[in-house]
């Protein structure tokens, strides 16, 4: 599915003046915890030793490398040696969280109180004078069944920094004219580990042209049948769509070099429909439902997006437009005391038709209604089209501005049970406060029209994610609730 698997190590430490039986003790329990309460994540506890030197840590550094482990947990069973344990952190090549062991009893103070909760504070100093990035939970000290639940909300943060340092980026062509707002300034993605091979789209078309007579085409044909069922209202327009499939999904292996996983950025008009006569939204559907994000019009920052939202998810996740407003007289008749939102709540994604057909509540194989506006339709079918499937949503986006500075938007919501009456993938969303949050950080912070849609909450690790990787936190917007004044917010209205 085009993402990694992470396998965390548990390391447990101590300060060598505390008793080491509350670090050996402590992490038995947590390795129990996660047994009992996440049966299905995958760690790995380091028995070489409790962590109490350097020698120690070097040993554990070691013992974790040869068990494949490609995420890193130090674990405070005791005050912890601040030294020894960011030295680990340091030389794990991988992502890494820090947690600490609570008190489990009052009849413990004595002999076996561990003061994890002041050693937390040590590690964290001590991390940052190493330049040490490690995720730290909101409340990073508890006891065993505690910090087995805050090991399991790092794991796909865990997943997602894996991925980004494995992930190469193909893209094609340059943004369509009057889409400088998908701008794609290069330099940040290099710094979160993410490689780009640009190329032009006459590259494309040439290679498609080679997959004419391509014997792997009448598979693929039927399993598009198959996955369209009645929706399939262009059957005419199949063989070259399976033919454009086949061409990206080989690019993707000739091309990916030493990089693990892909995503790819695709132009899709004002010539690619005249020349390969149709569009390829469906294709970019097929290619994010197996776990191959393709964003529209060549934005790299909404390809980038895309991904990162389904190796958190572990689903499909799709690009839309932030389009048009939900009409008064929809809004009245359809949502307006039914469900708990203010016509500004309310807006409709869309896009032409690169939505998952799993992610749609019906679907129909059509025509860019857009673009046959001024084209032969003929030469427009490729979308597949219909309203996606209601229920909770994260509207979100990663994006570097003009002068290559990160920036990131995250706002949960749903999509309504509403019927759209309009073309193309697209559903009525609702997000708290979101005529504010359109305003005050889509408007104001510059962001583009397109926005990355995860099918189901997923703000708390967008966020952590996001910081992990080098977002400032005041650079990452999110819908504030009402009263919660953004900074350019008039506070006479």
């Known amino acids: 599915m085009n993402r990694p698997s992470e396998k965390i190590g548990i390391v447990a430490v101590s300060r060598d003046c505390f008793p080491e039986s509350l670090s050996v003790n402590r992490r038995a329990n947590l390795m129990k915890a996660l047994r009992t309460r996440h049966p299905k994540l995958d760690v790995y506890e380091c028995p070489i030793c409790i962590v109490e030197s350097e020698l120690h840590m070097v040993q554990a550094l070691d013992d974790i490398k040869k068990a494949g482990c490609n ?37 413990y103070l004595q002999d076996n109180r561990g003061d994890a909760y002041c050693g937390m504070l040590n590690a964290s100093y001590n991390l940052k004078l190493r330049g040490v990035k490690a995720y730290i939970p909101e409340y990073p000290v508890g006891d065993a069944d505690d910090c087995a639940d805050m090991i399991a909300q790092f794991a796909p943060i865990a997943r997602t920094i894996i991925a980004l340092n494995n992930l190469k980026i193909i893209s094609f062509g340059p ?25 032009s789209e006459l590259d494309l078309f040439e290679a498609y042209n080679k997959h004419a007579n391509d014997p792997r085409i009448a598979e693929v044909v039927a399993d598009m049948e198959q996955e369209l069922g009645k929706g399939n209202k262009k059957p005419e327009i199949l063989e070259k769509l399976a033919c454009y499939e086949l061409t990206l999904k080989d690019w993707i292996e000739e091309h990916k070099g030493y ?10 008009w004002p010539a690619f429909q005249t020349q390969f006569g149709f569009v390829p939204c469906y294709v970019n559907s097929r290619l994010t439902k197996q776990g191959i994000p393709v964003s529209c019009e060549v934005d790299i920052y909404g390809c980038l997006s895309e991904y990162i939202g389904a190796v958190i998810s572990e689903d499909a996740v799709t690009l839309l437009d932030i389009n048009n407003t939900v009409p008064k007289d929809l809004y009245s008749e359809d949502i307006q005391d039914k469900y708990n939102y203010l016509l500004q709540d309310t807006f409709m994604g869309f896009h032409c038709g690169n939505t998952p057909s799993n ?42 501005t003009s002068d290559s500075k990160l920036r990131a938007y995250i706002a949960e ?21 979101m005529g504010r949050f359109y305003r005050h950080v889509l408007i104001e912070k510059n962001f583009p029209h397109h926005g990355a849609v995860a099918f189901g909450h997923y703000g708390k690790t967008l966020y952590e994610v996001f910081k992990y990787i080098g977002v400032p936190v005041e650079e990452i917007g999110y819908n504030r609730p009402a009263g919660d004044r953004y900074p350019t917010e008039n506070p006479f209205e």
Do not use: W
């Open 175 to 199: 943004r369509p004219l009057n889409f400088l707002a998908c701008n794609a300034p290069i330099h940040q993605l290099y710094q979160l580990g993410v490689e780009i091979e640009e190329n």
């Open 71 to 107: 995420a890193l947990v130090v674990y405070l069973g005791n005050f912890g040696p601040e030294i020894s344990e960011t030295l680990l952190a340091k030389h794990f090549d991988g992502p890494k969280m820090f947690i600490a062991a609570a008190e489990e009893s009052g009849q």
């Open 413 to 433: 919501g749903e999509v309504l049970p509403v019927a759209t009456r309009s073309f193309g993938s697209i559903g009525v969303f609702a997000i708290k406060e």
């Open 359 to 400: 992610k749609l509540a019906f679907c129909e194989m059509k025509y860019q209604k857009i673009m046959a506006r001024s084209l032969p339709v003929e030469v427009t079918n490729g979308t597949l089209e219909g309203d996606i499937v209601p229920g909770e949503i994260t509207f979100y986006r990663l994006q570097s």
């Open 259 to 268: 990089r693990e996983y892909v995503a790819i950025a695709g132009k899709c």
